[in-house]
């Protein structure tokens, strides 16, 4: 294990703090390409979740449950972008 010399070398390392900022930038731009889902099939989808058939569904935040198959994620996103998919198939 290496001390810390109380030192910031981020300006030692001009490359990786472009290389965050670019990494920034880039998942802002796939953010923004990101499909919505029709208002109708969100509604369908949280309808399926909240009765799911495979008992993944955990509310508050709404997600879906990793211990049981499930993908573990919350949820409030996933129902809003089209090219989303139930792990389990139910929509
Ligand atoms: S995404 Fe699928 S598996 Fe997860 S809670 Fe919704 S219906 Fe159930």
Same mark, same amino acid.
């Given at each position: 294990? %290496?001390?810390?010399? &109380?030192? +910031?070398?981020?300006?030692?390392?001009? @490359?990786?703090? #472009? /290389?965050? %900022? @670019? @990494? !920034?930038? &880039?998942? !802002?731009?796939?953010?923004? /390409? %990101?499909?919505? !889902?029709?208002?109708?099939? %969100?509604?369908?989808?949280? !309808?399926? *979740?909240?009765? +799911?058939? =495979?008992? *993944?569904?955990?509310?508050?935040? =709404?997600? *879906?449950? #990793?211990?049981?198959?499930? +993908?573990? +994620?919350? #949820? =409030?996103?996933?129902?809003?972008?089209? =090219?989303?998919? *139930?792990?389990? @198939?139910?929509?």
């Amino acid at each position: 294990m %290496v001390a810390w010399d &109380g030192a +910031c070398h981020m300006s030692d390392r001009p @490359g990786l703090m #472009l /290389r965050a %900022v @670019g @990494g !920034a930038i &880039g998942i !802002a731009k796939a953010v923004a /390409r %990101v499909e919505p !889902a029709e208002p109708a099939e %969100v509604a369908r989808r949280i !309808a399926i *979740c909240e009765a +799911c058939p =495979s008992g *993944c569904y955990l509310e508050r935040p =709404s997600r *879906c449950d #990793l211990a049981k198959g499930g +993908c573990g +994620c919350f #949820l =409030s996103a996933k129902w809003r972008i089209a =090219s989303e998919r *139930c792990p389990k @198939g139910h929509w």
